[in-house]
């Protein structure tokens, strides 16, 4: 059974920092390319980054350019998203998503992301 849970969420103030993590089991972690996406309070879902399966390729929304990096550690099966900067317009619920022919196919729980004052 494919499973994504995501952990690091948490309340911080503008221009400071959270470490996002997606642990990830039941499939070849190394096997996929992985994503971030968001959803902000009644907004529709944003597509954040992707990396591919070996870390060496990524890409980023124009919003978080510059701002969050993502990356993986396939031998831990894990993927993360460092997000510095950040602003309140940042404030969403974070998913990691499973990317397959072309598509994403497994999502998990998501974790809140709030940036506040």
């Known amino acids: 059974e494919v499973q994504l849970v995501e952990s690091g969420g948490g309340l911080v103030q503008p221009g400071g920092s959270l470490r996002l993590s997606c642990a990830a089991s039941g499939f070849t972690f190394s096997s996929f390319y992985m994503s971030w996406v968001r959803q902000a309070p009644g907004k529709g879902l944003e597509w954040v980054s992707v990396?591919?399966?070996?870390?060496?390729?990524?890409r980023y929304a124009n919003s978080v350019k510059g701002r969050f990096t993502i990356s993986r550690d396939n031998a831990r099966n894990t993927l993360y998203l460092q997000m510095n900067s950040l602003k309140p317009e940042d404030t969403a619920v974070y998913y990691c998503?499973?990317?397959?022919?072309?598509?994403?196919?497994?999502w998990g729980q998501g974790t809140q992301v709030t940036v506040s004052s």
């Open positions: 990396i591919d399966t070996g870390g060496g390729t990524t």
């Open positions: 998503a499973k990317w397959s022919f072309g598509t994403t196919d497994y």
